[in-house]
């Protein structure tokens, strides 16, 4: 197979993964048909399917462990990793500010049935698995490989999108529409951190940042 043949076989297979993780996270607004929470399967699934397809070097991969470090010195790839750790606590702070803990009850109502509040190691190794496996889903394979298609500002904003949608839960509508906004905009900061690397192990430890600077926020300040 030419490297023309293999180009074109790789867009196909991205395109049908992201059509099929949008359109399993539409879902979320369908009665009775909600599979949004298994897109993230697909796009893990896809990610190292079209890598295999394009027979992507290691070095050139998105998801890269021996890099990690060395990655992380990369001009500004640390201040987005680290960025999330303020928004997730501002979020809180101003979503106090707005409502209450309707916010905090929100947060914990849509994440209460797949994670363990009630034992922090094991929150953490959760968080981190569950970060993971976004990150592979979402930036490098939704920005990642998409970028390979589309430019990337439309990847990083598309995807970003979904990734919000794909964590709607019903509630007041002002807190849902304060919750996925945030979401949002800590997606994008995961993109721009993708982008800086081109190694979404780094996109992880800024979304496993965010999430466990967020649950220690709330159990110091809100016993």
């Keep these: 197979m030419s490297a023309s043949q293999k180009n074109d076989k790789s867009k196909v297979l991205t395109l049908t993964g992201i059509s099929v993780m949008i359109l399993m996270i539409l879902t979320r607004f369908v009665p009775g048909l909600d599979v949004a929470k298994y897109s993230m399967f697909v796009g893990l699934a896809f990610f190292f399917i079209v890598e295999a397809a394009a027979k992507t070097p290691d070095a050139e991969s998105g998801l890269r462990f021996r890099t990690f470090f060395s990655d992380l010195k990369k001009p500004g790839a640390l201040i987005f990793m680290l960025l999330p750790v303020v928004t997730s606590i501002a979020s809180i702070i101003l979503g106090n500010m707005?409502?209450?803990?309707?916010?905090?009850?929100?947060?914990?109502?849509?994440?209460?049935?797949?994670?363990?509040?009630?034992?922090?190691?094991?929150?953490?190794?959760?968080?981190?698995?569950?970060?993971?496996?976004?990150?592979?889903?979402?930036?490098?394979?939704?920005?990642?490989?998409?970028?390979?298609?589309?430019?990337?500002?439309?990847?990083?904003?598309?995807?970003?999108?979904?990734?919000?949608?794909?964590?709607?839960?019903?509630?007041?509508?002002?807190?849902?529409?304060?919750?996925?906004?945030?979401?949002?905009?800590?997606?994008?900061?995961?993109?721009?951190?993708?982008?800086?690397?081109?190694?979404?192990?780094?996109?992880?430890?800024?979304?496993?940042?965010?999430?466990?600077?967020?649950?220690?926020?709330?159990?110091?300040?809100?016993?």
């Design 98 to 223: 707005l409502f209450g803990s309707g916010y905090v009850d929100h947060v914990f109502g849509r994440t209460e049935d797949v994670l363990d509040y009630g034992n922090i190691a094991l929150l953490a190794g959760e968080f981190l698995v569950a970060a993971l496996g976004e990150e592979i889903a979402f930036r490098g394979f939704f920005t990642g490989k998409g970028m390979d298609i589309f430019p990337y500002p439309l990847c990083m904003i598309l995807s970003s999108a979904f990734f919000a949608l794909a964590h709607f839960s019903a509630g007041d509508t002002r807190v849902v529409v304060y919750d996925l906004a945030g979401i949002f905009i800590d997606a994008l900061i995961y993109s721009a951190a993708f982008k800086k690397t081109g190694n979404c192990l780094v996109s992880t430890a800024a979304h496993f940042l965010c999430n466990m600077s967020g649950i220690i926020y709330i159990m110091l300040t809100m016993k």
